[in-house]
Nanobody
């Protein structure tokens, strides 16, 4: 059983910063892709950022230049540094991972609220 546990969400004013972290536990040797998705009320879940085990990254256009993803392969952790936050960044943020057998794992989500 693999579990992803997020931390670091909260309430912040526009222009502020937050750092999300995700730690994996359970029977996992290594992950292929780790990343973050978000879902705002009334909207579909969308990719925020993801990083492959080799280090390549993908970011949503809306967060490029403001958010930075990082991961520690040895510890199976992934983090998201979010700077210059905007009210439209308000959402539940989910940690995501898949392994080399293409099994997918999701965290429970952490709320990020950006006030204007």
């Amino acid at each position: 059983q693999v579990q992803l546990v997020e931390s670091g969400g909260g309430l912040v004013q526009a222009g502020g910063s937050l750092r999300l972290s995700c730690a994996a536990s359970g029977s996992i040797f290594s992950f292929n892709v780790m990343g973050w998705y978000r879902q705002a009320p009334g909207k579909q879940r969308e990719l925020v950022a993801r990083m492959a085990s080799g280090g390549s990254t993908n970011y949503a256009d809306s967060v490029k230049g403001r958010f930075t993803i990082s991961r520690d392969n040895a510890k199976n952790t992934v983090s998201l540094q979010m700077n210059t936050l905007k009210p439209e960044d308000t959402a539940v943020y989910y940690c995501y991972a898949n392994d080399f057998r293409l099994r997918e794992f999701w965290g429970q989500g952490t709320q990020v609220t950006v006030s204007s």
